[in-house]
């Protein structure tokens, strides 16, 4: 994956023990070559780098090595390559679970947090944010879609303000990371959010403003609705 730490080293033996300029270059198409770093070796020894990567070179690269001694023409070693992944992540309840929201009137807050598991640390702040999308259940079992937004400092959050789409009761949340530049696939526990219904009446009769003689029988009539 993009985030470990890579090797890369070369033995140089110089018979005539000059100082060499020992480069590591790298390279997506084999075309344009991108100095990483470079060192004084005095004459034999091993050259070696410790090289990290960001997800934008995900995929085959390719590296060599090229040795100059200032004196000889500059010499390169044979070109070979290495293919970088992307980072797999977790998601971690943040917020959000078991909470309750009155349908049509209220709102609540569900989200997670994505932890990169090659740097064992958040997402975000100095490596790339994620994209997270959130879905639930509106009868129990099938999920809609509620939206995709950005961690901020690794952490995703996003309102759930139900409407008469989702049923009365337990219903299930889950949050994902689909389809990211930078990180695997990965899907967090259900988790549960308690929608609560409401009662609506409506007074039908008597009329507002109609009088009645007093002794005078009056209906009364409404209705209710959820």
């Known amino acids: 994956a993009w985030g470990d730490v890579f090797n890369f080293s070369v033995y ?22 991108n100095v990483i770093n470079s060192t ?22 390719y590296f060599r090595f090229s040795l100059n001694d200032l004196i000889n023409d500059v010499v390169y070693t044979e070109i070979k390559n290495f ?19 009155i349908r049509n009137y209220g709102s609540t807050s569900l989200g997670v947090s994505v932890y990169d598991l090659i740097r064992n640390s958040k997402v975000g702040s100095q490596y790339p944010e994620a994209q997270v999308t959130f879905n ?13 937004v950005t961690t901020a400092s690794g952490d995703a959050s996003i309102t759930f303000a139900p409407d008469c789409t989702y ?41 507002n403003g109609l009088k009645y003689w007093r002794g005078e029988n009056v209906t009364i009539r409404a209705n209710v609705t959820d």
Do not use: H, M, R
């Not at 050259?47 to 997800?55: A, Y």
């Open 167 to 207: 049923n009365v009761g337990t219903q299930y949340w889950v949050a994902y990371v689909e389809n990211d530049a930078c990180y695997q696939n990965a899907v967090s526990d259900n988790y549960i959010v308690k929608i609560i219904g409401t009662l609506n009446p409506k007074v039908v009769e008597p009329v």
């Open 12 to 33: 140089v033996n110089d018979y005539d023990l000059d100082l060499v300029n020992c480069t590591l270059e790298i390279s997506k198409d084999k075309i344009i070559w």
């Open 136 to 148: 639930v259940t509106f009868d129990g079992l099938n999920y809609l879609k509620l939206g995709t």
């Open 83 to 101: 293919t970088l992944t992307k980072n797999p992540v977790k998601l971690e309840l943040l917020i959000g679970n078991d909470s309750s929201v």
């Open 40 to 61: 004084i070796i005095n004459g034999t020894g091993l050259c070696s780098f410790n090289v990290t990567f960001d997800c934008s070179q995900i995929g085959i690269n």
